[in-house]
Structures are given as structure tokens and as C-alpha cells.
């Protein structure tokens, strides 16, 4: 025995020493040691601290993707709005040319028959204050338009005259609802004449310097044109007679309807010349 240790005591001590730090590296290794009561209390108060806080910061995050995706969105709309907004005007403006059109060819079609040179013209400017006494044309000198050249409808019944001023590509028109205007008329059925003066205040018109102890204009008779002034063709409807009375004067007092009417009017048309020839 004393020979197998003298011979093998280097080894086994050298396997005791590595058995002995073995066992004190495994006395290191902790082993889930019941926690403290201040490690207990600390860990009830703030695990459902770190959770609301986790939570929070995920709604958040949604939250805030949720915002960016709505701003993106409201962004498009306002785009779509804007475009639906500009092909909704430029369809309104083409739908009005195309009106505009349409009114040119049927006044063209009709007025050809007054035996007379016209120029049709739109309407692009009416006294937003008195728009009873003259509205602005888009044709002139240019076209040929001069004063006191008469101005009809598309139906061929009489507007007004070219007055002052005018200038290469426009012109203002006088119409028989001023009162400054005064036109030879007489009645369709029967051959009393008198001057239609105008209204603005109504935008109707009267008819004056009929004689009292006239009897046979009516109401509902239509007016038309004479000549006599040698600024208006003779035959043009003029107006229609709303009332008859008297009011102890000289003269009938006789109130009278313009055939046109200023706030359905988009095409008239200036008579360059008239069936005689002249202008």
C-alpha cells in the first residue's frame, strides 16, 4: 500500500484539488434564492408600471401611424375636391359656350328673315345698379357698329340703340326701358302711334302723347315699330300694353311691357342695315 501512494500520490491529489474546486464553483451557481421583501414589493409596484408604459407607447405608435395615414388621406381628398371643383367649372363654362352657340344659330336663323344686316353680339357687361338703362356689348367699330344703330333680340324684338360710348371691340346699347329712350310705336290692331318711353325704376315702359279721347288701344295689344323716328325699322314688336287709363290729363296714361327681357338676354344682334339699305 505505502508503494501504490508513494507511486500514485501526485495523481490522486491532483484529482482530490480538481474535485474540491468543482464543488466550489457549483456552491457559486445561484439557485433561484427566495427574493427579498423589498425585491418582492418593488417588482408588485413596477411590472404593472412597465406594462401600462409598454401599452402606452404601442397605442401611441399606433396612434401616430393611424394620424399619418389620415393627414395622407385628407391630403388626397383635398386634391380630389380641388380637381372635382375644376371639372365642374370647366364643364360649366363649356356647357355655357355651347348655350351661347346654340342661342347664335337660332337668333342667325331667325333674324336672316328681318331682311337686314346684323352683327351678332354677347352681352358681357349690365349696370348692376340701373339695369334697366344699358347694358355693354362685345362688338364695335371693328365689327362696324356705330351709334344709334338699332339692337334686337334673337326673336327679332327690339332691345335698344348704340349710343356712346364705343370703342374697336365694344359698344353700349341704350335700352328702351331708360328713361332717356323714346321709340315710335303704334298698336297692332289699331293705327294709334305714340312714343315708348321707358321705365328703370320698373323696367316697363309708357307709352305716351295718346290722346285722351282715345278709346280703341287695349290691353294686350302689341306694339311694333314705325319708322317715324329714322332710327328704328318699322315692324319690330316692341312691347305689349299692360293698362289703360286716364288721369284727367290731355294724354292717356298707358303702361306698357318691353317684348324683351333684359335678365334672359345673352345674344343680340346689331342692325348694320335695315331693308331700304341704309343705316
Known amino acids: 500500500m505505502p508503494r501504490f501512494w508513494k507511486k500514485r500520490k501526485k495523481a490522486i491529489l491532483f484529482a482530490g484539488l480538481m474535485f474540491l474546486q468543482a464543488l466550489l464553483l457549483s456552491l457559486q451557481i445561484p439557485l433561484g434564492q427566495e427574493a427579498s421583501v423589498m425585491e418582492r414589493a418593488a417588482f408588485s409596484v413596477f411590472a404593472p408600471v412597465q406594462r401600462t408604459v409598454r401599452g402606452l407607447l404601442r397605442d401611441l405608435g399606433e396612434f401616430w401611424n393611424h394620424n399619418i395615414t389620415l393627414r395622407r388621406v385628407e391630403v388626397q381628398n383635398r386634391a380630389y375636391r380641388d380637381e372635382l371643383f375644376r371639372l365642374r367649372q370647366e364643364n360649366a363654362l363649356l356647357r355655357n359656350g355651347l348655350g351661347r352657340l346654340q342661342l347664335r344659330d337660332e337668333a342667325a336663323a331667325f333674324l336672316h328673315g ?13 349696370d ?9 356689348i362685345d ?7 356705330r351709334a344709334q344703330m338699332p339692337v334686337v333680340d334673337g326673336r327679332g324684338r327690339l332691345v335698344g340703340r348704340i349710343i356712346a360710348p364705343i370703342s374697336a371691340g365694344e359698344a353700349t346699347v341704350q335700352l328702351v326701358t331708360d328713361n332717356n329712350s323714346a321709340v315710335s310705336v303704334r298698336g297692332a290692331d289699331h293705327p294709334v302711334s305714340g312714343l315708348l318711353a321707358g321705365d328703370p325704376a320698373s323696367g316697363r315702359g309708357w307709352l305716351t302723347y295718346v290722346p285722351a279721347s282715345e278709346e280703341s288701344l287695349v290691353p294686350g295689344e302689341i306694339l311694333f315699330t314705325t319708322g317715324y323716328d329714322r332710327v328704328f325699322p318699322a315692324g319690330l314688336e316692341a312691347g305689349v300694353i299692360l293698362s289703360v287709363s286716364s288721369d284727367g290729363s290731355l294724354f292717356k296714361k298707358i303702361a306698357v311691357r318691353p317684348s324683351f327681357e333684359i335678365r334672359d338676354q345673352k345674344v343680340v344682334a346689331v342692325l348694320t342695315t335695315t331693308a331700304g339699305g341704309g343705316e
Open 114 to 126: 328681318l331682311r337686314s344686316s346684323f352683327v351678332l353680339a354677347d352681352i358681357i357687361g349690365v
Open 139 to 145: 362688338v364695335g367699330t371693328r365689327q362696324g357698329v
Open 128 to 136: 348692376t345698379i340701373n339695369p334697366y338703362k344699358s347694358v355693354v
